[in-house]
Each structure stands twice: as structure tokens, then as C-alpha cells.
């Protein structure tokens, strides 16, 4: 069983559209993330939930609009996409607790052409 | 303000080689400190974390690390290289904000093996 997994793992889109990534995790984690790893492969926080709760918010674009159903998931929606929104969307999850390393899902490869 | 440097952005070795990726990291507070594997095409893989007792900790894969407050570094050792080992290795400070966990990574480093 995957422990977190992200759907879909490739999404080419053209500028202006809204687009949605979903992830789940079934690890029993209260806790889940977007990270965004850009074209040089840098990795940073976008947002994080807690029982979901938004309790980190990166300064990312409002265009960015994450929703956690339940603490097994969260989805990250995108309007009006840009050229500068191409890059690889990882999920993860952890306990809020601190000792917990967080658990990452596969990725999502966004290209907008 | 926390942050984690990895001076070297792309290291080849030859298979059979050791390996060191180094980390530096800058936090207030101790620090909980991560070294995760990134294959082409896949999701970060931990390797091993530390958290708070012996200084080097071992991981998978043959990995180990060792903190060092002093050098407020936690780099990243192999003995012996294989051709798997080919992948973007990060490594990351766990960090708090507003009361909450996040990961800080650094930019990466790409390591290379010759056969």
C-alpha cells in the first residue's frame, strides 16, 4: 500500500486554467503538506494542515487554494495557472509531533505551456 | 532566520568510492536535522534522521551521518559507492513555525557514480 500517494503524477495544462492535485495518505498522520520543488530542484513549504486546520501559509499566490476534507487528505487547487507555476508538487504527511520525519508521496510534474 | 546549506551542488565519485555530502545548517535551537534521497522521476526518500542523542546515526542503504554542534554541520557519509546511489540527495532542519513543524531543505546535491 502506498503511504502517500498524489494523483495525477503528470499534468500539462495551458496558461489560465484551473487545476486541482490530490493527495492521501494512509499512515494515520495528522498532519500533511504541498511542498513545491521548482526547475532547479529547490524544495519549499507551501502550506500545511492539521486536522484539517491551515496552519502554515508560505506567502504562496492566492491563486493557490489547498482544502483538507478530513486529515487523510489534501488537495491543492490552481487558478488561472502561469508559465511559473511549472514545477513538481510533493505531498506529505507527518505527526504534529516534532520527533516525525515527514513521508513524501511521488510527486506532481505541472508543466503550463 | 533557520536556513541549511549544501555547499557542493553536483559530486561523481567512482563506483566503490566513499562519499561525503556535506550539510551545514543554522537554527537557534537543537536541532532536528534529515538527510532524504530524491531518484529521477520519484517522491524524497528518508534516509536517516537525528534527533537527539549519539552524534551518528545510521541510516539505510549503508548511509550514516554524523552532527557535529560545533561545525553545526550533519554530513552525509557512504563507505563504499554503488551505481544506485545515483540521485539528488537533500538534506532538511526541522524547523517550527507559528508553533507548527516544517522542513527546511537545502538545494540539493546531485551525486553522480562512474562505473
Known amino acids: 500500500d502506498t503511504a ?5 503524477k503528470y ?15 494512509n499512515l494515520g498522520h495528522d498532519t500533511m503538506y504541498w511542498y513545491k520543488q521548482d526547475s532547479k530542484k529547490f524544495l519549499k513549504i507551501m502550506f500545511s494542515y492539521n486536522n484539517k486546520e ?3 501559509n508560505e506567502t504562496v499566490p492566492n491563486r493557490f487554494s489547498p482544502k ?6 489534501l488537495n ?9 507555476d511549472s514545477a513538481v508538487y510533493f505531498c506529505a504527511s507527518s505527526q504534529i509531533d516534532r520527533n516525525t520525519e515527514a513521508f513524501f508521496g511521488q510527486g506532481t510534474r505541472l508543466t503550463v505551456v | 532566520a533557520q536556513s541549511v546549506t549544501q555547499p557542493d551542488i553536483h559530486i561523481t565519485v567512482s563506483e566503490g568510492a ?15 536535522l534529515f538527510w532524504y534521497v530524491q531518484s529521477p522521476g520519484q517522491g524524497l526518500q528518508l534516509l536517516l534522521k537525528y534527533f537527539s542523542g549519539d552524534t551518528l546515526v545510521q541510516g539505510i542503504k549503508g548511509f550514516e551521518a554524523e552532527f557535529k554542534r560545533s561545525q553545526s554541520s550533519f ?13 539528488e540527495y537533500f538534506c532538511a532542519v526541522g524547523a517550527r513555525s507559528g508553533g507548527y513543524n516544517k522542513l527546511i531543505f537545502g538545494a540539493g546535491t546531485r551525486l553522480a557514480v562512474h562505473p
Open chain 1, 4 to 8: 502517500v500517494s498524489q494523483t495525477p
Open chain 1, 11 to 25: 499534468l500539462v495544462t495551458q496558461m489560465g486554467n484551473d487545476k486541482s492535485i490530490k493527495c492521501e495518505q
Open chain 1, 54 to 56: 491551515l496552519i502554515i
Open chain 1, 68 to 73: 483538507s476534507p478530513d486529515k487523510a487528505h
Open chain 1, 76 to 84: 491543492l487547487h490552481i487558478n488561472s495557472l502561469e508559465l511559473g
Open chain 2, 18 to 32: 566513499s562519499l561525503e555530502l556535506r550539510c551545514n545548517y543554522s537554527y537557534g535551537a537543537t536541532p532536528y
Open chain 2, 75 to 87: 554530513n552525509l557519509r557512504k563507505p563504499s559507492v554503488h551505481w544506485s546511489d545515483a540521485a
